[in-house]
């Protein structure tokens, strides 16, 4: 891996070619085997599902999947379900231009807010980007 930090960061959407290589940095975030990563993928772009990869030269080294959503709660909003810079160009600052390519993305779509769900570990993160706490509970009952 490149470790260079002082390559500029270049963001970009990803294309269904790119889904192979993507799964290289999900892998570090969720626990997929490919195939049903790349179904899962394909699955959630019929409903709007994006991913977006942080590249330094030719190689990806962080990943954000987003997708809008309209609710009669909360309106239309962007929603982030994944968000992963590989380990070893952590601190780059891919993680944070990928966030402000999302927000820009949001703000195109005319949409005011940016929701996602975050584990414990990121939470100092997402607040160094301005992001609050939500006060509504998440619940969920597994069948």
């Avoid at 993507?22 to 993928?41: H, N, P, Y």
């Avoid at 993680?95 to 195109?108: I, K, P, S």
Wanted: hydrophobic share 45%; charged share 25%; glycine share 6%.
């Amino acid at each position: 891996m490149n470790t260079s930090s002082s390559a500029a960061i270049v963001i970009r959407r990803l294309s269904s070619v790119d889904w192979p290589q993507a799964f290289c940095v999900i892998s570090e975030l969720r626990k997929l085997e490919e195939a049903e990563f790349l179904r899962r993928t394909l699955r959630q772009s019929y409903s709007g599902y994006e991913l977006v990869g942080a590249f330094r030269g030719s190689e990806l080294i962080g990943v954000l999947g987003m997708r809008p959503v309209h609710t009669l709660a909360r309106g239309a909003y962007l929603h982030i379900d994944d968000l992963v810079v590989a380990a070893e160009a952590r601190g780059s600052g891919a993680g944070h231009a990928l966030m402000e390519y999302a927000e820009a993305d949001a703000r195109a779509r005319e949409m005011s807010t940016v929701f996602l769900d975050a584990r414990p570990e990121a939470v100092a993160f997402y607040e160094s980007r301005n992001f609050v706490l939500h006060p509504a509970p998440s619940m969920k009952k597994v069948l």
